[in-house]
């Protein structure tokens, strides 16, 4: 397991995502910034915009799922 705090996945806060791949902590990031948007969280709103246009424009977002799974295979186990 390792762990991705929201700041690192591109979110303003210190929230552990913890998770066996990139993959799992992307979606528990995504979770969690739905999650926030419906909380009314203005904080994460930037955030969780991207990521819905991540959703939207997979290729162009290509680049930003390369950088976290780099970044999540630099880390070390937990
Ligand atoms: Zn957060």
Redesign the pocket.
């Known amino acids: 397991m390792k762990t991705m705090t929201?700041r690192q996945l591109g979110?303003?806060?210190e929230?552990e995502h913890c998770g066996e791949s990139a993959d799992d902590v992307i979606n528990a990031q995504d979770k969690?910034?739905k999650a926030?948007e419906k909380a009314g969280d203005s904080t994460?709103q930037e955030?969780r915009n991207e990521m819905k246009s991540r959703w939207r424009h997979p290729k162009k977002s290509l680049g930003w799922y390369r950088d976290m799974k780099q970044a999540f295979a630099d880390l070390p186990e937990s």
Do not use: R, V
């Open positions: 929201c979110g303003p806060c929230l969690h910034l926030a994460h955030a």
